[in-house]
């Protein structure tokens, strides 16, 4: 089976200008990272600024919206549907993100109709995954990680467009990093549960990233470890540093 192509994404979240966006994506462009072949390279900024961001950047990169809403669109005031993003050509989409899961009460099911119908229009999916702080001191890190990707894995049959995210919680935006042992223990029991409950080629083939304060200082450490084949990017996707992120997938390559 073809090795797992190493993934960054880039999550602006609910930040900046257009006038950021120019800055963002002109650093961005006159990077020079590794080839298409050996890193995919996704950003995400807010929806109003999709189209911008995707009409200045570079073709190799691509645009991730940060969330869209669960079924066809319709009388839902303020959501943006996956019909739409189809339609803009937006390729991605993040969904099940720890911000949205806590602030907005979305639960594990609601983000697996999510990820379903999405993915059902054509869209390619950032699955997001992760415990808080309490549940991993309670030692239910593993129990809770496995039950949101259950809630997805009952919903979909294909994973060929569906990127994992592993984000704890106690990690985003805290400056906390979760260790490079304590990321690839996760990521291994992830890639451990696949192979058990949907089939070995799932758990073979699906990228599973991590999210969680990395920088241009932590990447190359956790890029090094076997079951992590990329990072999702807060903060950091904001700044120059992104690049030296993207440049981790250098890891990967030169172990290979
Ligand atoms: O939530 C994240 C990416 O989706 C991670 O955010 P930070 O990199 O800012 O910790």
New binding site residues.
């Given amino acids: 089976m073809a090795p797992r192509k190493f993934f960054v994404g880039g ?1 602006w979240k609910c930040n900046g200008t257009s006038d950021d966006v120019k800055k963002i994506v002109t650093v961005l462009n006159e990077a020079e990272v590794p080839s298409e072949d050996a890193v995919e390279v996704v950003v995400s900024p807010p929806f109003v600024f999709l189209q911008q961001a995707k009409g200045l950047l570079r073709l190799d990169f691509a645009v991730a919206a940060q969330n869209c809403w669960v079924r066809k669109g319709g009388a839902f005031t303020g959501e943006i549907s996956a019909e739409m993003l189809v339609n803009l050509q937006v390729p991605w989409v993040i969904l099940g ?1 720890s911000e949205r899961r806590a602030l907005l009460s979305e639960s594990n099911d609601f983000v697996a109709d999510k990820v379903a119908y999405t993915l059902a229009q054509g869209l390619k999916v950032i699955a ?1 995954i992760g415990e808080t702080l309490e549940q991993r001191e309670a030692g239910t890190t593993m129990e809770v990680v496995a039950a949101q990707t259950k809630a997805i894995a009952e919903k979909i049959s294909d994973w060929t467009n569906v990127v994992l ?1 592993y ?1 704890p919680v106690w ?4 400056g906390k990093v979760a260790s490079p042992a304590q990321a690839q223990e996760v990521h291994d029991g992830l890639r451990k549960w696949l192979h058990a409950n949907v089939s070995p080629a799932v758990a073979e083939s699906t990228r599973i990233i991590y ?4 920088n241009g200082a932590n990447c190359k450490e956790l890029a090094a470890q076997p079951d992590l084949d990329g990072f ?5 996707s904001l700044k120059p540093e992104f690049v030296e992120i993207i440049m981790s997938a250098t890891v990967k390559s030169s172990s290979t």
Avoid: F
């Fill in positions: 999550n993100h997001c995210a984000e990690a985003i935006g805290t999210g969680g304060s990395v999702l990017v807060g903060g950091a």
